[in-house]
Structures are given as C-alpha cells and as structure tokens.
C-alpha cells in the first residue's frame, strides 16, 4: 500500500479525525431517511406490506454492491473512491422521496442501498488503514461516531416532520449539506494507493474463508441488534403487558448503550485485545438474553436488552478490522464480512416474526440468546494472525492495534 509519505502523529490524529467525520456522515444520511418513512409511505400510496417489500431493496442493492468496492479501491486509490462512493450515497438520499410508486420506490431504495454498502467497505477499509498505522483501535469509536451521526440525522428529520416539512425538500437540503461535510472530511483522509504491479481484483469475487469466518461472527451480532430494535418494544408490549412509554424506553435503552459502548470501547479493546473483548461481551448478551426470556418483569426485560446492546456493541468493528487484516486485500475481505452482516440485518426482524408466529416471542429471544452466546464460543476467530514480513511498499507486515496485545492469549 503506498500514497502518503506524511505518517506523523498529527498527520494520523488528523486522518483519524477526518474518517470519524465521514463515518458521522454516513450515519446522518440513514437517520434523515428512515425519519421520514412515514411521508414516503403515504407519498408512493404504500400499505404495510408493500412498504416491506420495498424496504427489502436496500439491503438487496447493498448486497450485490458492495463486492465491487473492491476493486474501486484499487482503481482510484483509497481517497478517491471514498470521496466518489460517499458522494453519490449522501445524493442517493433524494431518490426516495421522488418516488410516486412501488416500483419507482423499489429502484430508488437499490441505488440508496447500493451506494451505501459501497461507501460503508471504502470508509471501513480506510478507517482500519488508519488503525494499523496509529497502532491503537479506533474502529469501535469510528462505528460510534456513525450512531451519533444516525441520531443527529434523526433528529433533523423529526424536527422536519414534526414542522410539515415536505420530505423532498428536506432530503435536498439534508444531501447538499452532508455531501458538502462529506467531501470537507474526505480531504483530510490518508491518500493510500495499492501497489501499482499488483493484479486488479475481479470485480466479483466470493469472500475469502478468512472473512467467512469472521463474518459468521458478526452474524450474530448484527442479527441480535436488529431483532432487539425491531421486536423489543414489541416483547415488553405483547408479552410483558407494559405499557407503550415503556415499551418504548425497550429500545432506547438498547440503542443508548450500544452507542455509548462503541465510544468508548476502543480503550477496552486495546487494554484486553479483541478476542477477549467479544468474550466478554458475548457473556454480557447471554446474561441479557436469559433475563429478557428468564425474568417477566418489564425491569429486567429493560436491563436485558441494555446488557444485549452493551454485549454486542463494539462486535461489527472488530470484525470489519479483523477482516481488513487477514489478507491482502482489505477491502475485499471487509466487503465479505459487510455482506454477511446485512443479510443477517435483513433477515432478523423477519425470522424473529416468523419463530414467533410457529411457537412465541419468548422463543424467538431464546434464539437471539444462543446467538449471543456463539459470540463467547466463537470469538478466536477474530485473533490476529502473525504479521507477514513486509514486501515493498506493501503495509501487510505492518501490525494492527490488537497485535500487541493477544499473542499471549492461546485458548481456543
């Protein structure tokens, strides 16, 4: 990996400031448009289940997409493809509230979600880049500063909505202005470049095994988050009989610690290494699981998903950065482990309704506890691997943040 030759403390301080800027921005697009799902919704002349289905697409596009970051990387090097990638995803925030119908809907939301998972493997890549060369974590914080831009965003689009704001004219101002901040922050980024001699990758490719692996973890995790989000509120309502202010207060409990545990999980995870850290939060989540489905009481139900959040926090990041250091080609293997997180985002709400459906609530968060507890079981596989010896300009050799931390480490 060759590009800037300036790698100085203040040169990374300030890169490692500058990608937290475009995660908080990549985070402010997804709060602006799900705020005004509502008006979309009535706008397009959408029921229930057509607005499902439609929503579906997002992560349909994302999917498909992100393989190609890859090798978009490679062809214009780090800085630029972000400052491309991130450009047209903050832009794509129009496309929804133009939308008159289904159909139109459905092609506007695959572009947004297209231009999304191609945007989150360029600023992940990037960020773990920044990480290997500072020598300290920094992706629980980067993932962080994506929730704080997903607050922020949402609540713009709630004081939008709440002032009868048009959502077109709302997502125009919103893009202009974030496209603006976006590119302001991308200037400030490492400009890192692959090696000129070395082969393009396919514009498609399977993820490395490495990234399978990997991925399966964040698997669990992210499936745990987007039932916990969706269903929480639900659980305390339909199961608990709480009312719907605390029912409510279910998944803000949730989100509150999971966005305060990746801000500060960085210290965490240099202090114990990634490994340990997902042990321990894996038990964290187990611990919550089992007070959700072992404890009927609207307390511990809340208590449970604060642990579930807590437990899984800071689990995505390290897999993205564990992902961007198990083989040569970062992106890549980042966009594998994106891909596999989405899917399981995708099917979580649904599965958890359908478990529901055959047997009960109860039931559905006895299988996110066992995914919780996968994490305690399978988190060596995010154990760095030795450095390899360096060859030419390539940062390969170059050991992350958790390097120095783990070797001592040898359970399985």
């Known amino acids: 990996m060759t590009g800037d030759t300036d790698l100085s403390p203040a040169r990374l301080r300030h890169a490692r400031f500058a990608i937290a800027a475009v995660f908080c921005a990549h985070g402010a697009v997804t709060g602006s448009f799900a705020t005004r799902i509502p008006w979309i919704q009535d706008h ?37 493809a972000l400052r491309g990638l991130l450009t ?18 459905c092609a506007a939301l695959f572009v947004y979600g297209a231009t999304a998972g191609m945007s989150d493997v360029a600023m992940n890549a990037l960020g773990v880049e920044t990480e290997n060369r500072l020598g300290r974590s920094i992706m629980s914080s980067l993932h962080g500063m994506w929730s704080v831009g997903a607050l922020l965003g949402s609540a713009a689009g709630t004081v939008a909505a709440h002032a009868g704001t048009d959502a077109r004219l709302h997502h125009v101002v919103a893009a202009l202005v974030l496209t603006a ?13 692959g090696d000129a001699e070395a082969p393009a990758p396919p514009h498609f490719a399977l993820p490395p095994r490495s990234a399978l692996l990997i991925g399966a973890i964040g698997f669990c995790a992210v499936f745990a988050e987007g039932a916990s989000l969706d269903w929480s509120a639900v659980y305390l309502r339909d199961v608990l009989d709480a009312d719907a202010g605390l029912a409510a207060a279910s998944t803000t409990a949730f989100a509150l610690t999971m966005a305060v545990a990746r801000l500060v999980g960085d210290r965490v995870v240099d202090r114990f290494g990634p490994v340990r850290t997902v042990r321990a939060g894996g038990v964290l989540a187990t611990l919550g699981g089992l007070l ?20 899984i926090a800071v689990v995505v990041p390290l897999a993205f950065a564990a992902a961007g250091r198990s083989g040569p080609n970062p992106a890549q293997a980042i966009a594998g482990v994106a891909t596999i997180t989405y899917t399981s985002g995708l099917i979580a709400p ?17 299988l996110v506890t066992v995914l919780a507890f996968a994490l305690v079981v399978g988190a060596s596989v995010l154990r760095p691997k030795p450095p ?25």
């Open 44 to 80: 397009a002349g959408l029921g229930a289940g057509t607005l499902g289905l439609a929503l579906a697409f997002p992560a349909l596009g994302a999917a498909l997409a992100m393989p190609l970051a890859g090798r978009i990387n490679h062809r214009f090097g780090a800085r630029t």
């Open 88 to 105: 047209m995803w903050t832009l794509s925030l129009i496309l929804p509230s133009l939308a008159p119908n289904l159909p139109v809907l």
């Open 388 to 412: 390899a010896a360096p060859s030419g300009g390539s940062s390969a050799g170059k050991a992350g943040p958790a390097d120095r931390h783990e070797p001592a480490d040898t359970r399985p």
């Open 181 to 193: 901040g976006g590119l302001v922050a991308v200037r400030g980024v490492l400009d890192l470049r």
């Open 350 to 366: 649904s599965a958890i309704g359908a478990v529901a459906d055959a047997t009960s609530l109860v039931v559905s968060f006895g």
């Open 292 to 311: 959700v489905v072992g404890v009927r009481h609207p307390a511990g139900a809340l208590a449970g998903f604060g642990l579930l959040g807590l437990g």
